[in-house]
């Protein structure tokens, strides 16, 4: 565990000294700022889903941008044979980068946190919404990060990384959409697993263990296949 801890703080203080961190939340920032002062919601219902359904589609847009340089910097720097023969485990090297990745999604999503302060502050919002929509984003976070690092351990390209990663994460959230077009019961186990399918009700107030269950799933699987992959290149 005190690898693992090493490991993240170690990620972290990167994010800090690279100009990506802060140009990716930079562009988050505006980008969800701009929808959630266009939403008719933001007025009418003093709800934050103009930002929930913007922050969505650009967590899976930017989240590949925080992970891709984790694994693929380490492979294409040479940096990557020192990492694996440290007395560290693979799970440790891979825990610790997405714990790393965790904490800069973290601080990114805490500071929409003056979308609904101005709520509190001009309306009365339910916070009920609030709260379980930050915590599908979250779990969403997880989600991205653990695909991210996962395409990272596959290359030396970092933008190969991001591309492959965006692609998964765009697959899995309209994959939803497209089983619509299927016979019912096909669709409704197609759209079991989108990333779509759980995040409108977080959205609505409604914390459903399905839907944690299933971010979690997928965020171990991911973790999973990528210390598998770096089991693999310690061999190769």
């Given at each position: 565990m005190r690898n693992t801890i090493t490991i993240a703080g170690k990620e972290f203080k990167s994010y800090l000294a690279s100009p990506m961190a802060y140009i990716v939340t930079g562009i988050f920032l505006i980008a969800t700022g701009f929808f959630f002062s266009i939403s008719p919601a933001t007025y009418t219902e003093t709800s934050i889903n103009g930002f929930l359904q913007a922050g969505v589609i650009l967590l899976l847009l930017f989240a590949p941008l925080l992970t891709m340089r984790l694994l693929a910097e380490e492979r294409k720097?040479?940096?990557i044979e020192l990492l694996l023969t440290a007395p560290v485990r693979d799970s440790e090297i891979i825990l610790g980068k997405f714990l790393g990745g965790l904490g800069i999604l973290t601080v990114m999503l805490g500071l929409t946190l003056y979308y609904p302060?101005?709520?509190?502050?001009?309306g009365d919002p339910d916070m009920g919404p609030i709260g379980a929509g930050y915590l599908g984003l979250l779990l969403l976070g997880y989600t991205a990060l653990a695909i991210g690092i996962f395409t990272s351990s596959l290359t030396s390209n970092q933008i190969v990384a991001a591309v492959v990663a965006i692609g998964i994460l765009l697959a899995l959230y309209f994959v939803g959409f497209a089983a619509s077009f299927l016979p019912e019961a096909l669709g409704?186990?197609?759209?079991?697993?989108?990333l779509s399918n759980y995040f409108p009700d977080f959205m609505r107030g409604i914390v459903d263990t399905r839907g944690i269950i299933y971010y979690l799933s997928i965020t171990a699987l991911f973790l999973f296949l990528a210390i598998r992959s770096l089991e693999n290149s310690r061999w190769s």
């Open positions: 720097l040479g940096t302060l101005l709520l509190i502050i001009f409704e186990v197609i759209g079991y697993f989108s």
